[in-house]
C-alpha cells in the first residue's frame, strides 16, 4: 500500500477511529473516576452516545452513521452490557431520530445538549426496564434515579460542556477532511 493509499484509507476511515477512541474512554472514565463510583453510586459515562449525537447532527450520509452505531453497539452490549442487543438496537435508532430531527430544530448548543439528555435518559431507562423484566438489576426504582440516574446525568452533563467545542471541531475537520477526497 503506498503512503497516499494510506493517507486516503486513514481519511475515509476517520470517523470509525474517533468512535473506537470513544468506546474506550466510557470504560477507562469508568474505571479511573472513583466518585462515580463510590458506595452505592454507579454513574456511567457516555462519550460515545455524545460522539454520535455530535455526528448525527453534522454528517450528511445517515448510512454510514448507522453503520458505525449498528458495529458499536454490538461491541458495546459485549464488552460492557450484561443483556445483548439493548445498544445494538439503541444506537442505531437515536443516530436516525437525531438526523431526522436535525432538520426541524437547529444545530446548536442548546439543541444538542437537550437531545443528548434526552438520548441519555431513554437509554438509561429501557436498560433499567429490560434488568427489572430479566431480574438482573437488584433494586428499585428510587435507587435507581438516586444511585445511577443522578451520577450519571452529572458526569455527562459536565462532559458535554468540556467536550461539545471540541468534538464538533473534530467532526467538522473530519468531515472537511473527507470533502478533499470526493
Known sequence: MTKRRFF???????????????FYMDGILKYHLDFLNNNNNNGLPQILLLLFITMAFRFKKQQELIIYALIFGFFYDIYYMGIFGVYLVLFPLIVYLVHFIKNVIPDTFLFEFTTYIIALLTIRFIIFTFG??????????IDFIT?????TLFFNIIAFVIL????TFLVDKIIEMRK???
Not at 461539545?164 to 468534538?167: F, G, K, Q, R
Open 180 to 182: 478533499q477526497l470526493f
Open 8 to 22: 486516503i484509507f486513514l481519511k475515509q476511515s476517520s470517523p470509525f477511529w474517533v468512535l473506537m477512541f470513544a
Open 132 to 141: 427489572s423484566v430479566f431480574r438482573s438489576v437488584i433494586f428499585n426504582f
Open 147 to 151: 444511585f445511577v440516574m443522578w451520577p
Open 164 to 167: 461539545y467545542i471540541p468534538l
